[in-house]
C-alpha cells in the first residue's frame, strides 16, 4: 500500500512563492506516474502537474504554466511542487497522486488515472 503526505501548504501573499512537497512510503517510488492536483470548495478536483515515471517527463495545466514547477526525487522518495507568482486564483487544496502502473513514459492529468492520493494541504494566496 502507497501512502502520500503532503507538507508545504500555507498562506502567502499574491506574487509570493511556495514549494509543496510530497513524501510518499511503499511500492517503489521510481516507478510511480506522479501529479498535483488542487480543489476549492464546490468545484471539481483539477489537474496542476504531473511527471512521468521514466525520463522525468512533465506536463502542467495551462493556468500554472510558466510559474510552477513540478520535479521529483527517486533517492527521497519526494515529489515537489514548487509554485512562484502565487495569485489568489491559486488558493485551494493541493494534493499529490501516484500510479504504480502503466507505461513508465505517460504524464497522466485524469483523477481517474490515479490510484493513491494525500491527504491534501491547504494553500491560501491573499492579495
Known amino acids: 500500500q502507497v501512502q502520500l503526505v503532503e507538507s508545504g501548504g500555507g498562506l502567502v501573499q499574491a506574487g509570493d512563492s511556495l514549494t509543496l512537497s510530497c513524501a510518499a512510503s511503499?511500492?517503489?517510488?521510481?516507478?510511480?506516474?506522479l501529479g498535483w492536483f488542487r480543489q476549492t470548495p464546490g468545484k471539481e478536483r483539477e489537474f496542476v502537474a504531473a511527471?512521468?515515471?521514466?525520463?522525468?517527463?512533465?506536463y502542467y495545466s495551462d493556468s500554472v504554466k510558466g510559474r510552477f514547477t513540478i520535479y521529483r526525487d527517486n533517492a527521497k522518495n519526494t515529489v515537489t511542487l514548487q509554485m512562484n507568482s502565487l495569485k489568489p486564483e491559486d488558493t485551494a487544496v493541493y494534493y499529490c497522486?501516484?500510479?504504480?502502473?502503466?507505461?513508465?513514459?505517460?504524464?497522466?492529468?485524469?483523477?481517474?488515472?490515479?490510484?493513491?492520493w494525500g491527504q491534501g494541504t491547504q494553500v491560501t494566496v491573499s492579495s
Open positions: 511503499g511500492g517503489t517510488f521510481s516507478s510511480y506516474a
Open positions: 511527471i512521468s515515471a521514466g525520463r522525468g517527463y512533465k
Open positions: 497522486a501516484a500510479r504504480g502502473s502503466g507505461s513508465r513514459y505517460l504524464t497522466l492529468t485524469l483523477l481517474k488515472d490515479y490510484d493513491y
